[in-house]
């Protein structure tokens, strides 16, 4: 069992930053994939990013590529999602999720609590 906290979310300008932590218990963190998923309101859930258990592959959507940036600390059992450039559509919940990787959120076990991100134009 894994059980995932989220952290950071909020409110920016547009062109603004936001960094998100999501922090894991137990002791097998290091064998799951990560991943960042976000929900805006009336939508479904997307995927947005995904790192392997090392940390060495990571896998973006094309809209944020460039502007976002998705880190693990297997240390600390913690990933973590840098969002630079931030646009007024990247206004959603955004997820951590631990699974077996991919794009499709069935894939994933276990999420964390959500955290709101909101970009003001």
């Known amino acids: 069992q894994v059980q995932l906290v989220q952290s950071g979310g909020g409110l920016v300008q547009t062109g603004g930053s936001l960094r998100l932590s999501c922090a894991a218990s137990?002791?097998?963190?290091?064998?799951?994939?990560m991943a960042w998923f976000r929900q805006a309101r009336g939508k479904e859930r997307e995927f947005v990013t995904s790192i392997n258990s090392s940390g060495g592959s990571t896998y973006y959507t094309d809209s944020v590529k460039g502007r976002f940036t998705i880190s693990r600390d297997n240390a600390r059992n913690t990933v973590y999602l840098q969002m630079n450039s931030l646009k007024p559509e990247d206004t959603a919940v955004y997820f951590c999720?631990?699974?077996?990787?991919?794009?499709?959120?069935?894939?994933?076990?276990?999420w964390g609590q959500g955290t709101q991100v909101t970009v003001s134009s």
């Open positions: 137990g002791h097998t963190f290091s064998t799951y994939v």
């Open positions: 999720a631990a699974g077996l990787g991919g794009w499709r959120p069935g894939t994933y076990s276990y």
